[in-house]
């Protein structure tokens, strides 16, 4: 054959391109995919600290969560919702605050640090006002 | 020979070709931020953190946002640190203990924040007044152990409730409480001055798209990196923590609710919540349950949401009306709406308790 037509080695170094250019972008692709992913996730924190991270969706059977602090408190996870339960603060803000269930969705307890939050962000609203 | 030579050029074009190709892919990756499925770089970094006695979210939309929003809480930890007065240590409790005597050298944010409470104190006739404070101490409300104080004992402390016994020296700079046993407490005001210093720290970093709520003091910079504006709930007076009876679409904008929701305690089965009226001594009673005011900086909505509050709904349209560049919406205790003329357009009634009613204008 010519010399001077494309070599075998030229075939090789376009495939491995090809491959990897097509490789990377279902990666890419995938991975922001799983990163945006429909599950919704609650994460307890106290202080500041993940004490606790739930996927809503898999839960089939309701859970007590005990969180121990300056006030103790009763989380009550169900399938696709979260909830502060009981809380011995004096205030019950985050009692009060009822199920979380949407993206975004927060409850705190300040006198005890804690907070619960769906990840992710609501669809609706940015924030409410207090 | 000839021959020979087209073959050499078609080798350098398909090689040329593929570099060509790839280029275009690699660069392509930056743009590719714009899809949907791809947008890292349109990922905002939330926080959420504790001070000034509430949550603090931020949303930053940056490179290095984390860092930033570090910057902010500790701005916001020093403010608390100089204004508070349910810790000991800072300049407002300095000013408060030399009330009746002496001068106190005072910091320049304090000052302004002084200033600032004087201003709206005059606009509003006293209906806010950070004067007050002898008198919420004496509720308790912010304490586990609120009571309702005799009226005896009330009208003896509204005596010492006055803004225009502030004294401020701007030369040394500090300030002054004219009578011994006068309390100033920034509570009503604090956190909006809190939150305009978060959004001068996002616009020293060049962040372009940004959100703080400092317990419900929520200030917008900017639009969202998409171009849409940002969307706030009013909050549902009578809902929990969280629902609303409408969205305000909007950028560059301070948005402050005041309510009587927000803080309150039961004795007899009367209900007594935190906001005092300084020219009564006792809870505001105004007929509405619930302000929201919409300006460009925190620190005046944050106080007028206060002082419409206790002006109620007539002499509070007056006075927003009165002010550029400030909106309102009143919630009344019969569950009426009503919204400034400003807001037709961004405000969107939206009531999923389906309590409430949509009047509009007054």
């Known amino acids: 054959m010519n010399m001077n037509m494309l070599k075998k080695g030229d075939f090789l170094i376009i495939g491995i391109v090809m491959v990897a250019v097509v490789f990377s972008f279902v990666y890419i692709s995938h991975y922001r995919k799983a990163d945006n992913g429909a599950h919704k996730v609650a994460i307890i924190k106290v202080k500041d600290k993940v004490v606790k991270s739930i996927d809503l969706d898999t839960v089939t059977e309701p859970q007590r969560i005990e969180i121990s602090g300056e006030y103790n408190q009763v989380v009550l996870v169900e399938n696709g919702r979260i909830r502060f339960v009981e809380a011995e603060c004096p205030d019950k803000v985050c009692v009060n605050t009822g199920w979380l269930s949407d993206k975004g969705d927060m409850a705190v307890c300040i006198p005890n640090s804690a907070m619960i939050k769906i990840e992710g962000q609501s669809q609706k609203v940015d924030a409410v006002t207090h | ?362």
Not at chain 2, 19 to 35: G, P, Q, W
Not at chain 2, 99 to 128: C, P, Q
Not at chain 2, 185 to 196: V, Y
Not at chain 2, 333 to 341: A, F, L, P, S
């Open chain 2, 1 to 362: 020979m000839k021959y020979i030579k087209g073959e050499a050029n078609m080798r350098k074009k398909i090689l040329l070709l593929i570099i060509v190709l790839v280029t275009i892919y690699l660069s392509s990756c930056s743009k590719l931020e714009n899809l949907p499925y791809m947008n890292f770089g349109t990922e905002p970094y939330e926080n959420v953190d504790y001070a000034m006695g509430t949550v603090i979210s931020q949303r930053i939309y940056s490179n290095n946002a984390e860092e930033i929003s570090k910057k902010v809480m500790d701005k916001i930890r020093q403010i608390e640190e100089d204004m508070t007065i349910n810790k000991p240590g800072g300049e407002i409790n300095r000013l408060n203990d030399s009330a009746g005597r002496d001068f106190v050298k005072l910091s320049e944010d304090t000052l302004y924040v002084l200033e600032k409470a004087k201003e709206f104190s005059k606009i509003s006739n006293g209906a806010f007044d950070v004067t007050v404070g002898p008198i919420v101490k004496e509720w308790g409300v912010f304490t586990d152990n609120p009571s309702v104080p005799s009226m005896e004992r009330l009208q003896d402390l509204l005596n010492l409730v006055n803004y225009e016994d502030i004294i401020i020296d701007k030369n040394m700079p500090g300030a002054k409480l004219q009578k011994n046993g006068q309390l100033v407490d920034l509570g009503g005001i604090a956190k909006g001055f809190a939150a305009d210093e978060a959004i001068d720290i996002y616009k020293q970093h060049n962040v372009k798209s940004a959100f703080i709520n400092i317990g419900g003091n929520i200030v917008l910079l900017g639009d969202k990196p998409d171009g849409s504006l940002w969307k706030v709930g009013v909050r549902n007076p009578r809902g929990p923590e969280g629902s609303y009876i409408g969205i305000i679409s909007a950028k560059d904008k301070a948005i402050v609710s005041s309510g009587d929701y927000q803080r309150y305690f039961e004795k007899d089965g009367i209900r007594y919540h935190h906001i005092i009226d300084p020219r009564t001594g006792y809870p505001s009673d105004s007929g509405l349950i619930g302000t929201t005011i919409v300006s460009e900086l925190s620190i005046d909505a944050d106080a007028l949401s206060t002082a419409t509050f206790v002006l109620g709904l007539e002499k509070g349209m007056d006075l927003i009306e009165k002010i550029e560049g400030v909106e309102a919406i009143f919630i009344t205790r019969d569950k009426k709406v009503y919204i400034t003329g400003g807001l037709v357009n961004s405000f969107e009634f939206e009531d999923d308790s389906n309590e409430y009613e949509y009047v509009k204008k007054r």
